[in-house]
Structure formats: C-alpha cells, structure tokens
C-alpha cells in the first residue's frame, strides 16, 4: 500500500532563519507531488506541484522554493523564513488524472517568530 | 484558475440534525472532489464526482453533482460528534487540484 511521510510535524523557526521541510512517498512510482499551505481552518493555497525528477510549478511568487531530488521525494525550502510564513503546510501526493483522488500527509505545523 | 465558493462558511449543529453544505463555480467542473479534514490532520478524500445529475452514497453522506457541473452538495443525515471538520471541496485542472475555502462543521453532543 501507499504511504506518504511528513515531517517534522511542528517547528518553531526565528525570522531570518533557513527552512527545510520534507515529504517522501512510499510505494507507488512517478507521483504527481505537491505542497500546499493552508491559514487556520481555510482552504489549501497550491504552492508547488512536481509532476517528475527535477520538475518543478510554481503557482505563487513568494519566500519559499521546492525541490525534487529523487522520484518519491519533495523539498520545501526558504532560505529566510517571515513572519508570513507562518501556517499548515500540507504534502500530497496523486497518480495523475482528474479523477484520481490525493492523498495527504499529516502536515506541519510552522510558526515563525 | 477555476474559483470554488463554498456555503455556509460555518456550521454549527446539534447531534443528530440533518445539513447540507455546498460548492459552487461559475464555470463547469471536468470532476469535483469533497475531502474532509480534522484538526491536525490532512484531508481525506471523501468521493469523486464525474457526471452531471450523478448522486453517490457513503453511509448517511449522499453527495450529488448538478446537471450543469457547475455545483455539488454534501448532505449529512443525522450527524455525529465524529462528523466534525473542515468540508473541502476541489475541483482538477490538469495537474492540479483547486480547493474552496471549506465549510467548518461542528456537530454539537
């Protein structure tokens, strides 16, 4: 079966300081990958979607960057976090297809002060 | 980018109340998919809808897809305290997966 990972699940970062968030799947092979963020009990803004190696869509200009080293792997990164920065950034993963579902890691909490 | 507004923003019920949320876009829908989250937690993927008319069942959640595609609703028969979350709804384009901003649902013991 299919598992994705997340972590970690919270993080506390100072204003200024590097950011590196991690996602793996495991158990399926090619996935589209995606990060979302979402502000407290809203929907999910698209930030990055990797549908191979090295591919990367951006759908928001902002702080952060992605990266996808390996096939089942996906980065989140910023090099100097804000205070906007705060919120629930969410990873998923999906097989392609507009009727196939996404399946969502656990999420991490970021607060940013 | 298609827009999703989804109503009522907030709900808040008691134990064993019937409701219905709903989606709605100004244009048509290639699908539309409903996910439900908990605090904590990412969604969860609740049901596909694909066809104009098309009405699907998951225990006491029935979901039905508009004859236009341009609408969904999720009807919720006697709630439940484990019903509680974040109703999502999203909408496919291409490779990606548009969200509306959720209906918060609290059902009330």
């Known amino acids: 079966s299919q598992t994705i990972h997340q972590w970690p699940a919270t993080l506390v970062q100072p204003v200024g300081s590097p950011l590196s968030l991690e996602c793996t799947v495991e158990g399926t092979s090619n996935p589209n990958l995606y990060w979302y963020r979402q502000a407290a009990g809203r929907g999910l803004q698209l930030l990055f979607y990797s549908v191979g190696i090295g591919q990367i869509s951006s759908e928001v200009p902002q702080n952060l960057s992605a990266s996808r080293p390996q096939d089942r792997q996906f980065i989140l990164s910023s090099k100097k976090l804000l205070l906007s920065d705060s919120g629930f950034y969410l990873c998923?993963?999906?097989?392609?297809?507009?009727?196939?579902?996404?399946?969502f890691g656990s999420g991490t909490r970021l607060t940013v002060v | 980018t298609q827009l999703l507004e989804q109503s009522p923003q907030f709900l808040s019920i008691q134990e064993g109340e019937n409701l219905t949320v709903y989606c709605n876009s100004s244009?048509?829908?290639?699908?539309l998919q409903w996910y439900r989250q908990e605090p904590g937690e990412g969604p969860v993927l609740l049901v596909t809808?694909?066809?104009?008319?098309e009405v699907k069942k998951l225990k006491r959640l029935t979901f039905q897809f508009g004859d236009a595609r341009k609408d969904s609703s999720l009807h919720i028969t006697a709630a439940q305290t484990g019903d509680t979350g974040l109703y999502l709804c999203?909408?496919?384009?291409?490779?990606?997966?548009?969200f509306g901003e959720g209906t918060q649902l609290t059902v009330n013991p």
């Open positions: 998923a993963w999906s097989l392609g297809g507009t009727l196939r579902g996404y399946t």
């Open positions: 999203g909408s496919p384009s291409g490779s990606r997966l548009t």
């Open positions: 809808v694909v066809t104009g008319g």
């Open positions: 244009s048509v829908f290639s699908s």
